[in-house]
């Protein structure tokens, strides 16, 4: 069964151009303009990926509030904003919201592709039979990689994919320095840096509602982060 993604744009044409560069690499694409026929698509069929615009038709915050809808339902489904906005309050708001990525619609289609293709590789190694179940732990820190769940004192904390990724980088070495690369590779995405310090922000501040004195996550300004080993 091919894998389905996901593909809210109101612009036929570039939606056109989307669903056959998608359709031509093998991905099932499910099209629709508007958030009012996404979410009947998405009440049929559950995507695997979702690739959102925001402004849709008359309502500039559509893409946003389906995001916010999607991530609620299904907190592992990978979700890309693809949009024509590149301000960084547009950027910090989508990944707030549980985006995994946000690209501007100035990417080259090839560009799009990898980071399409790259999120989907992850899917399928989490999903692969082989994959016996992993428990990461350091202190008051459960990453169980099988069930791609996260605890912190039997609390648990919800993570997309890419925070996942990063975070079990950083927990793998603890007292290391990870750059930047380092946990686009751990992700197996290609962000930038605001991007990814956007993330690292996101996962501080959900182990920080679910504890008030967490501070295992150090900036090590210039070079990375670190999760910082039990005393």
């Not at 990978?78 to 906005?85: M, N, Y």
């Not at 547009?90 to 100035?106: E, Q, V």
């Not at 990417?107 to 399409?116: F, G, H, Y």
Request: include cysteine.
């Amino acid at each position: 069964m091919r894998t389905r993604i996901a593909l809210v744009e109101d612009d036929t044409a570039l939606a056109s151009n989307y669903k056959d560069l998608l359709s031509q690499a093998g991905y099932h694409v499910d099209w629709s303009r508007n958030a009012e026929d996404a979410r009947a698509s998405f009440a049929v069929n559950t995507p695997d990926l979702a690739l959102l615009d925001i402004a849709l038709g008359n309502d500039s915050e559509a893409g946003f509030e389906l995001c916010r809808e999607l991530r609620s339902t299904n907190p592992l489904l990978p979700i890309i904003f693809l949009s024509a906005r590149d301000d960084e309050i547009d950027i910090i708001s989508g990944l707030r919201l549980g985006a995994d990525d946000y690209l501007t619609k100035d990417i080259s289609n090839a560009q799009l592709l990898a980071r399409i293709n790259a999120m989907m590789r992850r899917i399928v190694a989490l999903k692969s039979p082989e994959n016996q179940e992993q428990v990461l732990r350091r202190g008051d820190l459960e990453l169980n990689v099988e069930r791609f769940s996260t605890k912190w004192k039997d609390t648990a904390i919800a993570l997309t994919f890419t925070e996942f990724w990063m975070l079990h980088s950083l927990a793998k070495h603890p007292g290391h320095i990870r750059n930047r690369q380092q946990l686009m590779d751990a992700a197996n995405v290609v962000l930038d840096d605001s991007t990814i310090t956007s993330h690292v922000r996101r996962i501080r501040r959900k182990f920080e509602e679910a504890d008030g004195e967490f501070d295992r996550i150090e900036t090590a300004y210039g070079l990375g982060y670190r999760w910082l080993p039990e005393n």
